[in-house]
């Protein structure tokens, strides 16, 4: 990201400036002429609360805040702060200043997150007609927010980014040894190791899931181990993050229509999330011992792809009979769920674009979450989701469900039935661990096909701001 956030206290009549008011006392103070005071007070009356004056020399963008809103003031501003971000774009404006009228500092900060979050483009690939964003810099008039808080945004938003970035790039040229070697390059600017693990690695750890799923490939699997242990770190027991790497899904023999596949270089994003959230973590050198595992491959439908009903076994020495070749992304996950054992982990929380099941149960507007956490701890994800717009739903984790995993033939099967995907793929993976488990499914919200606010069409980078807030606060 190439935005530069700063704070100085003195404020200069920017030739682009956004204030955030909630009386008309605060209109007063921001030398209007008559008739942008006239406009600006005609607007609030038919509750228009972006306003935008008409003195295009010195220009002014008034936002109130509306008390009678059902959003949070901070998600209410982070909208806002998106739909100022689309005109900033067509008028080419390089540089704003934010002013805050109001009794909380932080909304200058949820509006600047908005902005933020917009100014992303994946246009790497095309070669005429680019648009490139124009906005350089942001300046909040303020003395009392900290350059800490001002650096914890540009390094989320990064990480957003990055995150976005691995989602949409195509597997052509971001394959799992590629994907790994991009995480291995970011630690080493962030702070984190990443230990990769080749294939030759894997099969000595008897990882049948992952080798499975890879047979039908030419390219490698790989295992990438990422760790941030800072010496002040405050948790006597790591809490692990694994995400699925599946680099590109086409169902394998059990092949998704042509429909279905189309925008499947996004299963990796559970991957791309946990990467990004520990970059997020170790910039910003928050006091956490967190470790990310990362299974990857892609799925294909080749002469030696595993089969239905063909039987494997798991690193933990478990079978499971296959019944699709594409519920694969549990298979993976399963192997690095148990690696977690050697770690004695707090928790094991698994990200992962895993079922339909869930994109259809809630569709893009929350991640499904389950688990055999306490409900304290659920209680704090939920309010991270809250706080930062990316809701969890928790969903039932009943043993009931474990029925529907019962093979005839192996430990278990890899599909449970037509009923309750999300949940029996989730109690799947419980099965490959003894720790406190929490698994997120994000399949409908880490990609889109058409732009949300700040989340653009294509990857969305959800998970990475959740995570970072709720391994803060943990």
Known sequence: MQLQIKHIKEFIDDSYTIFIIDNITSIKQLNLSKDDADYIKDQLSEKNYLIETKSYSNQKTIVWIDKESKKSRAEYLREKGSYISDTLN?????????????????????????????QYKFDKYQ?????????????IYSDIITNNELNEIT?????????????????????AELLAEQIREKGEEAGFSCNILTKKKIESLKMGGLLAVNKGSIDPPTFSVLEYKPDNHTNSQPIILVGKGVTYDTGGLSLKTAA?????????????????????IAKNKLPIHV?????????????NAYTPGDVITMHNGSTVEVLNTDAEGRLILADAISYAKRYNPAIII??????GSAANAIGPHATVAMGNIDNTIFDKLKNSGEEVHERVVEFPFWDDYNELLKSEIADLKNLGGDYGGAITAGKFLEHFTTFPFLH??????????????????????IGVRLLYNFIKNF
């Open 90 to 118: 067509k008028t080419k404006t390089e540089n704003i200043g934010i002013v805050n009228f109001c009794d909380n500092p932080s909304l200058s900060k949820y509006i600047t997150e908005g902005i933020c979050l917009s």
């Open 155 to 175: 390094t989320l938003t990064e990480s957003v980014f990055w995150a976005r970035n691995m989602v949409n790039e195509p597997v052509n040229n971001l394959n």
């Open 440 to 461: 997120l499914d994000i399949a409908g919200v880490a990609y889109l096909t058409k732009k949300d606010k700040y989340r653009p069409s294509g990857g969305t980078g």
């Open 260 to 280: 279905h596949m189309d925008g499947m270089k996004s299963d990796m994003g559970g991957a791309a999330t946990v990467a990004a959230t520990i970059k997020a």
């Open 350 to 355: 698994s990200v992962a674009t895993l079922t």
């Open 127 to 139: 070669t005429k007609n680019k648009k490139p964003l124009s906005l350089k810099q942001i300046t």
């Open 291 to 303: 470790i990310g595992l990362i299974p990857a491959t892609d799925n294909r439908p080749s002469g």
